[in-house]
């Protein structure tokens, strides 16, 4: 078994991607860490830590490599279920604990503050885009949405849009005294200069250093 798990990528890759228990654990931990064991240096908001740490989300990663590499049974009613339980488990969750519902987020507050969600929600959020992405690529869902101009601009400005996000967000609550952080013009606001930013990113970065990269090396031809 062990000497089969070390030779066989096919089964490291099966654990791996079986290993989304690991992401609550992960989260748990950073939480921890960020608010009782603080250095000078650390960020000293633990939910903001625990949203952009890269290792929060190790189970994000292993849906994504799941859904590459194997089949997902009944995808369609998996996004259905998946569409309607995660806005009502946030919203559950929400009248739990503040008594009251906040329909601009569909219980999905910005960092998943709300009495810890964070440590738990971004793996039923994680789920939700995974079959969703599925659904997309290998079923041909919303295909027809998906291939007018807009869209499909922001597919290609999409790096910058993940890259800068954080960043943005992290300006706008920093420097405006009008925004709130659990407020719905904070998403729109910052997806506006996310988007601007990410297509500066591209126009004066990405794409003249692709470009210069194909210049020098061409993928070969197909034909």
């Given amino acids: 078994m062990a000497a089969d798990f070390v030779s066989n990528p096919e089964t490291q890759l099966k654990s791996f991607c079986r290993s989304n228990h690991l992401g609550p654990l992960m989260r748990g ?30 189970d994000a990663f292993a849906f994504g490599a799941y859904a590459s590499q194997f089949e997902i049974p009944r995808p369609r009613l998996q996004l259905i279920l998946a569409a309607t339980l995660v806005p009502s488990i946030g919203l559950a969750t929400q009248y739990l604990v503040e008594g009251q519902l906040r329909w601009n987020t569909l219980g999905q507050e910005f960092l998943l503050s709300v009495d810890h969600m964070n440590i738990w929600g971004y793996s039923l959020l994680n789920y939700l885009f995974m079959v969703t992405i599925y659904n997309v690529a290998k079923m041909g869902f919303w295909s027809t949405l998906l291939d007018i101009a807009p869209l499909r601009y922001l597919g290609k400005i999409s790096y910058g849009l993940y890259v800068y996000h954080t960043g943005v967000i992290w300006f706008i609550l920093k420097f405006s005294n009008t925004i709130d952080a659990g407020g719905s013009s904070l998403y729109y606001f910052s997806l506006v200069v996310t988007i601007l930013v990410a297509s500066l990113s591209y126009f004066l970065f990405e794409k003249p250093i692709n470009d210069f990269k194909d210049k020098f090396f061409p993928l070969p031809s197909h034909s």
Avoid at 29 to 58: G, N
């Fill in 29 to 58: 931990l950073i939480f921890l860490i960020f608010t009782y064991f603080r250095a000078p240096f650390m960020i000293d908001v633990p939910d903001i830590a625990v949203y952009a740490l890269p290792f929060s989300h190790i």
